[in-house]
């Protein structure tokens, strides 16, 4: 059975860093664009960032632009968002997604696989 699974989220406070790591179990996703996405309470889930199969060309949010940076390691199958100057906003639980495509992509119906989400809190 496939299965990714996050980790590395945690509470903090408004300025610091983290950095979410998603290892997939299962089968490889070395030719799958990744993403993660987000979920606040009372919101819809939102795109965050997404990466190519081979980790040269991604995109971003308008929102986490400039603060995230997505990147990925296909021979650990592990994708990873590290996270600056976080902001109380950047509150969530955070999923990563494997997506049906092998480059980057915004849209949650381009994903086939999702984590069950690791929760970050972001305090002012």
């Known amino acids: 059975q496939v299965q990714l699974v996050e980790s590395g989220g945690g509470l903090v406070q408004a300025g610091d860093s983290l950095r979410l790591s998603c290892a997939a179990a299962?089968?490889?996703?070395?030719?799958?664009?990744m993403g993660w996405f987000r979920q606040a309470p009372g919101k819809e889930r939102e795109f965050v960032a997404s990466i190519s199969w081979s980790g040269d060309t991604s995109a971003y949010a308008d929102s986490v632009k400039a603060r995230f940076t997505i990147s990925r390691d296909n021979a650990k199958n592990t994708v990873y968002l590290q996270m600056n100057n976080l902001k109380p906003e950047d509150t969530a639980v955070y999923y990563c997604a494997a997506s049906r495509w092998r480059l980057p992509a915004r849209s949650l119906t381009a994903y086939t696989n999702w984590g069950q989400g690791t929760q970050v809190t972001v305090s002012s």
């Open positions: 299962g089968r490889t996703f070395s030719s799958d664009a």
